[in-house]
């Protein structure tokens, strides 16, 4: 049965896990029919068209999650921020790991969607903000609504700064011979709040994981939020990021991608806003090679004047890997005042590596600033030999070029743990022993 | 200390070098001079290890040891340097941190431990007052918007935190204003010793008046012309270019 058969088909047999008699099943099953109407993207889609997730979908995906294999903490203790505290919300195989959490209510929420779904507790929270500010006519979107069930639940209370980073980990383990996991987090920054979030997806064996995830983030006035999203994951597993940001008056968002790893990553990255002066950050590092593929949608939505937005993504690919960069400001035509900045730069190892690059601007209000800039370009010969000449080998004069050339969006980490671990993972990713401390 | 012997270099099927001997020995500073298109500085990439020329007959031993199948790196692992005559901008590699890994590198070569940090703020504290160079300056993108003659003076702040045996300027007086070239000489007679060496690329005589060589050569269509003592230098400003031109 093709992938799509078999979600729609099951879609029965979750029902009978949850209660249907509720507001929220019926956004479920529209989100089923509008999935069902469009079904997986393909190529011929504008949007999709320099990305093909055919290859995967052909994989007899096990759509349902079973219940927990038991990770000890030793041999994932990497993949987390350990030299410093942080809440945990920790997934595996989809199901919520209570061993490897270490979740709190205690002034703020870190914990899990699946409670705040059901509790009655959280019912009006859930009503105000799930599937709100999602985009409802995307197919994979509707697709991750209509069986959001699990993933990570943060709420931030007014004039509140979360103590500590919150990390939410998903790992694949491999148990099932292929698995597709949907996860859904839902992020709210209150007035006047701050929180530091730190999102990975890691596969632990060689089978075919899909990820389909969907995270919502709305930061309220003068909330100030930083969001870094890891992925480097192995060759076998594939994401796609569905992330939406609702922004009011006066909020800043920050949101880095570290993508270094996978076999297909579709970073779908959306802001939204709702008021005035706010400020939002896009910033993405890509280190490809082998036949990994990368692709960077993002869209800024200035819909209210006097907002800023920068986006800054460098790519650096080698043998095979492609990239695909599409960038999209939307300037309304209230959003007088705008300032939206937008670059993208790339480099090319080799022939064979493909990058491609399509800024969109479409603006409709007549008092505003707005730059792009986007450029490919190789390795300087004359800058390696000039260093190799004062003693650093090609392959590390090679690494600190390219360290270099990504270092505006490096330097701009606030976690300095995290900072040091994005460094060393580059540093394993090139082939080299350094320190990077430039 | 480096032996060349029927040195044939080309770029890009072009024949630059057609038959260069050179010898010179610890203690010694060795001039270079030529007019414009003479091969000048490609004998000094060609020393270096630069791919881009193609060595196409002949020899280069340093110390005994050939050298022409050795990677740049390599060749400045075993003490070989070369002071560009354009030096390149590196953006986002700070001076002191460009320092730091190509010293550790070469050390690293040679299974030493790295330079312990302290010791390395030292040096690079008595290395950049040798050069008269700001401190400030040190934490800027290695050339980024560098005048030329502080990419000159930082190319001979280079040298003197690399210590090298054979230390190649090429053309490390074009762009200097006066002041600059007197910094600059100075440094370089400071590192001066017994036991290393020094070959001046120049266009010109003028730098050598700081930089005294022990001996002159004349570059003239990819071969060595002419072999002399200073005084070569001085005749050949005095009669110019054509004189060399004229006779060959």
């Not at chain 1, 799509?4 to 019926?26: G, P, R």
């Not at chain 1, 959280?122 to 699990?150: G, P, Q």
């Not at chain 1, 694949?172 to 011979?177: F, I, P, V, Y």
């Not at chain 1, 200035?302 to 400001?329: M, R």
């Amino acid at each position: 049965m093709e992938l799509k058969e078999k979600l729609i088909s099951s879609f029965m047999a979750f029902e009978e896990q949850i209660d249907v008699n509720t507001d929220l099943h019926d956004v479920r099953t529209s989100a089923l029919k509008n999935f069902e109407t469009q079904g997986f993207p393909t190529k011929k889609l504008e949007a999709w068209k320099y990305t093909s997730l055919n290859s995967v979908l052909k994989n007899d995906f096990t759509v349902f999650p079973k219940k927990e294999s038991a990770i000890g903490f030793s041999d994932v203790k990497k993949y987390f921020l350990h030299e410093i505290d942080t809440y945990k919300i920790v997934f595996i195989d989809g199901v919520f790991s209570s061993f490897l959490s270490a979740t709190t209510h205690d002034g703020i929420d870190a914990c899990l969607m699946s409670s705040a779904l059901t509790k009655p507790k959280y019912k009006l929270v859930i009503d105000e903000y799930f599937n709100k500010v999602a985009m409802a006519d995307d197919s994979l979107t509707s697709l991750n609504t209509a069986f959001a069930r699990e993933g990570a639940y943060i709420n931030i209370p007014k004039n509140k700064v979360a103590d500590k980073p919150i990390e939410i980990m998903y790992f694949s383990t491999g148990s099932e011979a292929a698995l597709m996991v949907q996860p859904r987090n839902l992020i709210i920054v209150n007035e006047n709040a701050n929180v530091q979030i730190i999102e990975r997806h890691q596969s632990l064996s060689g089978n075919p994981v899909l990820t389909n995830s969907v995270t919502e983030i709305f930061a309220k006035k003068r909330a100030i939020v930083d969001f870094y999203k890891i992925q480097n994951d192995n060759d076998e597993a594939s994401l796609v990021d569905n992330t939406y940001i609702s922004q009011k008056e006066m909020s800043t968002v920050k949101v880095h991608t570290f993508s270094f790893g996978g076999n297909i990553t579709r970073n779908n990255l959306n802001f939204y806003h709702k008021g005035e002066h706010i400020d939002s950050t896009l910033k993405g590092i890509t280190i490809l090679d082998g036949k990994q593929h990368v692709d960077h949608h993002t869209l800024v939505q200035h819909a209210t004047p006097n907002c800023e937005s920068h986006q800054n993504y460098k790519g650096i690919f080698s043998d095979k890997s492609t990239g695909v960069f599409n960038g999209k400001i939307y300037v309304e035509k209230e959003a007088q005042k705008t300032d939206a900045f937008q670059q993208n730069n790339n480099i090319l190892i080799g022939d064979k590596a493909t990058i491609n690059a399509k800024p969109q601007l479409e603006i409709f209000a007549d008092d505003v600033k707005c730059s792009h800039g986007c450029t490919v370009g190789q390795l300087d010969d004359r800058a390696l030999f000039y260093m190799q000449s004062r003693g650093i080998p090609k392959k590390e004069a090679t690494a600190l070029l390219m360290y270099a050339f990504s270092n505006e969006v490096i330097e701009s980490i606030k976690i300095p743990e995290l900072k040091q671990r994005i460094n060393s993972i580059i540093a394993r990713k090139l082939g080299v022993n350094m320190g990077f401390d430039l | 200390m480096l032996e060349i012997k029927n040195l044939h270099a080309r770029v890009e099927d072009k024949d630059i070098l057609k038959g260069i001997n050179l010898s010179v020995k610890a203690g010694e500073v060795h001039a270079i001079m030529g007019p414009n298109g003479s091969g000048k500085s490609t004998l000094s990439a060609v020393i270096a290890g630069n791919e881009h020329y193609e060595m196409t007959e002949g020899e280069i031993e340093l110390d005994g040891e050939d050298i022409t199948e050795l990677a740049p790196e390599e060749r400045a692992h075993k003490g070989v340097f070369l002071s560009f005559q354009y030096p390149v901008e590196i953006p986002g590699v700070s001076v002191t941190n460009f320092m730091k890994t190509a010293i550790n590198e070469s050390r690293k070569a040679q299974g030493l431990e790295e330079m312990p940090a302290n010791e390395m703020l030292k040096s690079i504290r008595e290395k950049s007052e040798l050069l008269e160079i700001d401190r400030k300056f040190l934490s800027r993108s290695l050339n980024e918007g560098f005048s030329g003659g502080e990419k000159k003076r930082n190319e001979i702040f280079q040298m003197a935190m690399l210590e090298p045996k054979l230390a190649i300027l090429d053309e490390t007086d074009s762009g200097l204003d006066i002041d600059a070239l007197r910094i600059v000489a100075n440094g370089v007679n400071k590192l001066k010793s017994e036991n290393n060496a020094i070959i001046v690329i120049t266009h010109y005589q003028r730098l050598l008046d700081y930089i005294v060589p022990d001996f002159v050569h004349v570059l003239y269509k990819g071969k060595i012309v002419k072999s002399g003592g200073k005084e070569l230098a001085y005749e050949l400003e005095e009669k110019g270019y054509d004189w060399i031109k004229n006779e060959n």
